[in-house]
């Protein structure tokens, strides 16, 4: 993906330029990525990242309780394994009483900060998830609630918003207008996900956009036109990982993202938006070993247990080979504990807000 020779900014420039809080342009972004395997760029990049995140943060790392409530999913889009065409996916919903044990279990565990996610699945009318929302909000008043259930309509994240809900993720995968018809079947548009994200923010949610890192027909160029996207947006969280093949879609065999690329971008996406949530995502972790570790030491301040019931945690595979176990689970919170600790940072379980200086 190398746009070396179309860069008319040259790399160091654009990395001081970033560093330095001024406005970037397209042509800044390529020149940046495209210096991407440069040490010293990294090295300065990585550095600043982390400095931000302290200067922010501390030395702070947010758990999430991460609660998958249904694998139902209308959409088909080609990278995803739980696409509605896939009819080997073992299929479930949980019950509003079963996501609200899920939360039960999570409180007492410490966490302060729910994440429902799911496909978007019609069965949760907007009627059934705002009484879900309600009624987590009514038992748990001190914790904040994020929701990621994909495109609604403005007055579905209206009633939702009403309904107590504070944070939304919606992650946009690619800012290219022929990358995302290459993603995503037809019917689905860019122009509506952005509609999406632009509705949320008006709405007074706090917004989490994001992408793929390496996923078929990528390049520098797709890359700087995402990062330009969120420079525009100014989301309160970015949800950033690499592409991981599922057997189930027509990707099956292309190659994973690169874990070095998204730990780069990490660090860029910090320094660009420096109040920035920003996650060591599951599919780092699924990748490398220490794959979350270096995902903090990029800039990453957000780490997801997962609160799924231990029955359906398998089901939801996105990608093939998912981390569902071990230290992804909130059962070993004190594992991950230590492993954060290990890395020099802290876990912290409160509700964790964006900030701004």
Same mark, same amino acid.
């Given at each position: 993906?190398?746009?070396?020779?179309?860069?008319?900014?040259?790399?160091?420039?654009?990395?001081?330029?970033?560093?330095?809080?001024?406005?970037?342009?397209?042509?800044?972004?390529?020149?940046?990525?495209?210096?991407?395997?440069?040490?010293?760029?990294?090295?300065?990049?990585?550095?600043?990242?982390?400095?931000?995140?302290?200067?922010?943060?501390?030395?702070?790392?947010?758990?999430?309780?991460?609660?998958?409530?249904?694998?139902?999913?209308?959409?088909?889009?080609?990278?995803?394994?739980?696409?509605?065409?896939?009819?080997?996916?073992?299929?479930?919903?949980?019950?509003?009483?079963?996501?609200?044990?899920?939360?039960?279990?999570?409180?007492?565990?410490?966490?302060?900060?729910?994440?429902?996610?799911?496909?978007?699945?019609?069965?949760?009318?907007?009627?059934?998830?705002?009484?879900?929302?309600?009624?987590?909000?009514?038992?748990?008043?001190?914790?904040?609630?994020?929701?990621?259930?994909?495109?609604?309509?403005?007055?579905?994240?209206?009633?939702?918003?009403?309904?107590?809900?504070?944070?939304?993720?919606?992650?946009?995968?690619?800012?290219?207008?022929?990358?995302?018809?290459?993603?995503?079947?037809?019917?689905?548009?860019?122009?509506?996900?952005?509609?999406?994200?632009?509705?949320?923010?008006?709405?007074?949610?706090?917004?989490? &956009?994001?992408?793929?890192? @390496? !996923?078929?027909?990528? #390049? $520098?160029?797709? %890359?700087?036109?995402?990062?330009?996207? *969120?420079?525009?947006?100014?989301?309160?969280?970015?949800?950033?990982?690499?592409?991981?093949?599922?057997?189930?879609?027509?990707? &099956?065999?292309?190659?994973? @993202? !690169?874990?070095?690329? #998204? $730990?780069?971008? %990490?660090?860029?996406?910090?320094?660009? *938006?420096?109040?920035?949530?920003?996650?060591?995502?599951?599919?780092?972790?699924?990748?490398?070993?220490?794959?979350?570790?270096?995902?903090?030491?990029?800039?990453?301040?957000?780490?997801?247990?997962?609160?799924?019931?231990?029955?359906?945690?398998?089901?939801?595979?996105?990608?093939?080979?998912?981390?569902?176990?071990?230290?992804?689970?909130?059962?070993?919170?004190?594992?991950?504990?230590?492993?954060?600790?290990?890395?020099?940072?802290?876990?912290?379980?409160?509700?964790?807000?964006?900030?701004?200086?």
């Amino acid at each position: 993906m190398s746009s070396r020779r179309f860069a008319k900014t040259s790399a160091g420039n654009a990395a001081e330029k970033l560093i330095s809080r001024q406005v970037m342009e397209k042509d800044d972004f390529v020149a940046l990525l495209g210096d991407f395997g440069n040490q010293e760029t990294g090295k300065r990049l990585k550095e600043e990242a982390l400095r931000l995140r302290t200067q922010y943060y501390g030395r702070q790392v947010f758990a999430r309780g991460l609660i998958e409530f249904t694998n139902y999913c209308k959409n088909n889009c080609h990278y995803c394994g739980i696409r509605g065409a896939n009819r080997n996916a073992a299929r479930y919903r949980l019950s509003q009483k079963e996501i609200l044990e899920c939360c039960r279990e999570g409180y007492r565990l410490g966490f302060r900060t729910f994440v429902l996610q799911g496909g978007e699945d019609p069965f949760y009318t907007d009627e059934k998830m705002a009484a879900i929302v309600r009624e987590i909000k009514r038992r748990y008043p001190d914790c904040a609630l994020t929701l990621s259930l994909g495109e609604r309509t403005r007055e579905s994240y209206r009633l939702l918003r009403e309904a107590g809900a504070d944070r939304y993720l919606l992650r946009h995968e690619t800012a290219d207008e022929a990358h995302y018809r290459l993603l995503h079947p037809a019917g689905m548009s860019l122009e509506n996900r952005r509609r999406c994200l632009y509705n949320l923010k008006s709405l007074g949610y706090q917004v989490g &956009a994001g992408m793929m890192v @390496g !996923s078929p027909g990528q #390049t $520098l160029w797709c %890359l700087a036109e995402d990062l330009l996207f *969120l420079q525009r947006l100014q989301p309160q969280m970015v949800g950033l990982g690499p592409f991981i093949p599922h057997h189930d879609t027509c990707f &099956a065999t292309e190659a994973p @993202g !690169s874990v070095e690329l #998204t $730990l780069y971008l %990490l660090s860029i996406v910090r320094i660009l *938006l420096p109040g920035v949530l920003l996650p060591a995502t599951t599919a780092l972790g699924t990748l490398d070993p220490c794959g979350r570790e270096k995902g903090l030491l990029a800039g990453a301040n957000v780490v997801m247990p997962n609160l799924s019931p231990l029955k359906n945690r398998k089901q939801y595979e996105l990608y093939d080979d998912k981390a569902c176990t071990g230290e992804e689970a909130a059962e070993c919170l004190g594992c991950l504990k230590q492993r954060v600790e290990d890395a020099g940072f802290t876990l912290v379980s409160g509700r964790g807000d964006a900030r701004q200086l």
